[in-house]
């Protein structure tokens, strides 16, 4: 085949590819929003695996997952780069992957339960001024009734936190059915673990795998194992719902260009998103953070 016909049919290809996509995203009602060009940083190898984003006023912490130290980070917003170190106190990353805020206190999602066996799993209260750690909030979800062990294959994983009216709600990462459930967790710390109440569910078609909720919206993302990167926006109803109007869905990238996507935080000024290292071969992407400001931002 001679270099003409080769770059023809590269252009097919690559046609026939947009037309699949084009069509996949009508059905869907996808919105393109390609957020490469919105990279701040690469991110320093501390928090190579970070895993959360936070703003408390103005300030943004994140964290890392599993076998990291047990730590929060302050973030430049504008730069990614690491202002102060704060470790925390009595207590362990087993797998920490989301963190909250409701102004006087953070809280810490030890939520992470990729193989669906966990039996103890934990949120951390702490003082958000001298970052103290109050005690741990203890739960289950009562649907659950096998703990085998089934890593990427169950729907009992989360890493999405936030706080709402005197609440935490946590969003499941379902990985069999790409759905994810709103339960209800009281912020009160207890030493017997106590049933989350489930509320509503939602079938995002990808894993959620972190959340941020800024004047009465709701912000969703993650991405699917062919590593397709969305963001979904829903609309807090009258009830404090999310699920019962229909939401606006983004696509925003691969994994194997903008990293593993575990973080968001949104402020006035616009959306704040944040990758671990994605590293699968033959793919080695480092940490990235991106920025959208609000008038690029279809609100």
Request: with cysteine; aromatic share 16%; proline share 4%.
């Amino acid at each position: 085949m001679d270099i003409m016909m080769i770059s023809k049919w590269k252009n097919f290809l690559s046609f026939f590819s947009f037309l699949i996509f084009f069509n996949f995203s009508a059905q869907q009602n996808l919105e393109w929003l390609k957020i490469k060009k919105y990279k701040v940083a690469e991110l320093e190898d501390k928090i190579d695996e970070t895993s959360a984003l936070n703003f408390l006023g103005n300030r943004l912490f994140t964290l890392n997952d599993s076998g990291n130290p047990e730590a929060l980070y302050e973030l430049n917003p504008e730069n990614g780069k690491i202002l102060q170190t704060y470790p925390i106190p009595n207590s362990k990353n087993l797998d920490w992957e989301a963190l909250t805020n409701d102004g006087t206190h953070f809280y810490i999602g030890d939520i992470g339960n990729n193989s669906g066996t966990r039996k103890d799993l934990k949120i951390y209260k702490l003082s958000a001024d001298s970052l103290k750690n109050l005690g741990a909030i203890k739960f289950f979800y009562p649907e659950q009734k096998e703990f085998v062990r089934k890593p990427q294959n169950n729907d009992y994983d989360a890493e999405s936190l936030v706080f709402i009216n005197g609440n935490l709600h946590l969003f499941t990462k379902e990985w069999n059915s790409y759905k994810t459930t709103n339960y209800i967790i009281s912020t009160e710390t207890s030493n017997e673990a106590r049933p989350a109440q489930k509320i509503e569910d939602f079938n995002l078609c990808y894993v959620a795998t972190d959340a941020a909720y800024f004047e009465k919206k709701l912000y969703i993302i993650g991405y699917t194992k062919k590593m397709e990167v969305y963001l979904t926006v829903f609309e807090e109803d009258e009830n404090g719902n999310f699920f019962n109007k229909k939401p606006r869905k983004f696509y925003l990238g691969m994994s194997s260009t903008l990293g593993q996507i575990e973080g968001i935080a949104v402020n006035r000024k616009g959306i704040y998103i944040s990758g671990e290292r994605f590293k699968i071969k033959p793919f080695n992407v480092p940490p990235k953070m991106y920025f959208i400001p609000k008038e690029k931002f279809p609100w």
